[in-house]
């Protein structure tokens, strides 16, 4: 990001990491020669340190694309600095289990999670995520990811970063009743409005458009002076969807994608309430005849 003002550019992604210094990880993201990082999260304790330093090196060392994400990256854009205890590593699918193989090579230990999403590589008490989809199936790591991120310098190495329109839309559906990102989103917004591809943004929630609604009306009621950083054009083409739907009939199977943000909060709705869960069957809407939905033989 350059700094020019009070206006932040950003520099794209380039070339293969550059070799390790051996510096300590102390202040992990460094600035480059015409860039500016906002921040840097604090790690957990020096053990902490020892492990990113090492993880990083390692990610660096076997050449597979990766991406920085979670609280590294907000503090890069936002300024934010907060504790954390590991890395979040974003890539993708056809390459998380190449990353994980490496670790284990390496002496690592290697759990995976989720075989949907979610991988981890430990050492002792730490450990970082490999991701490369989001839990509910909305977000799998594609190749614009890669050409849409940035770079910074951290202990020594350039790294490629999550583009600020990635990092909003990975944190859009994290709304559980343990942890809840959409504090994350609207700073995103305020200190990075303008590194927004909102268009792009717009086409990953294309059909979840109601949740980036949500968020954008979030940070309207938060921040009533900075209503401006949101472009009119997408909440008149949001507030458009949202008055075309209201005339729309109900729908007729009872669903409740309330799952899609946690699957143990809209449990209940799921067992005991008849809704569907995402992608499966529930109970009709009350006055629906099941046989009115039969379109015909498969």
């Known amino acids: ?3 020019e003002g009070h206006v932040t550019k950003t520099l794209p ?3 293969p990491p550059a070799a390790m210094t051996g510096e300590r990880l102390l202040h992990p993201v460094e600035t480059m020669p015409g860039m500016e990082v906002k921040a840097a999260p ?14 990083l090196e390692e990610l660096v060392q076997c050449h597979i694309p990766f991406l920085l994400a979670g609280t590294f990256a907000v503090s890069a854009y936002t300024g934010i600095t907060r504790p954390t205890k590991d890395l979040d590593i974003f890539c993708k699918a056809g390459d998380y289990a190449r990353i994980l193989a490496h670790f284990k090579e ?3 230990e290697i759990e995976v999670e989720d075989d949907r999403w979610l991988g981890k590589v430990k050492k002792g008490r730490h450990f970082f995520d490999v991701i490369f989809a989001a839990s509910n199936g909305t977000m799998p790591i594609s190749d614009a990811w890669f050409e849409n991120a940035r770079q910074i310098e951290m202990n020594g190495h350039k790294v490629r970063i ?4 990635e990092l909003i839309w990975s944190k859009c559906f994290v709304q559980l009743r343990h942890r809840y990102d959409g504090g994350d989103v609207v700073h995103m917004i305020l ?11 717009l086409n990953h929630m294309e059909v979840h458009w109601e949740v980036l609604l949500i968020h954008l009306l979030n940070f309207r009621w938060i921040y009533p002076t900075e209503r401006d950083k949101v472009p009119d054009w997408l909440l008149d083409e949001l507030l458009d969807r949202l008055k075309a739907q209201r005339e729309l009939p109900l729908p007729q199977m009872k669903i409740c994608r309330g799952r899609m943000f946690s699957r143990v909060d809209f449990e209940i709705d799921v067992k005991e309430w008849g809704f569907a869960d995402v992608g499966g069957e529930g109970d009709l809407r009350d006055g629906v005849d099941e046989a009115s939905l039969q379109g015909g033989p498969l």
């Open 1 to 3: 990001m350059i700094a």
């Open 13 to 15: 992604a380039t070339a």
């Open 42 to 55: 604090t790690l957990a304790d020096a053990d902490a340190e020892a492990f990113v330093a090492a993880s």
């Open 106 to 108: 390496k002496g690592y």
């Open 162 to 165: 999550i583009a600020p329109t």
């Open 191 to 201: 200190r990075a409005h303008d590194q927004i591809d909102w268009q792009r943004l």
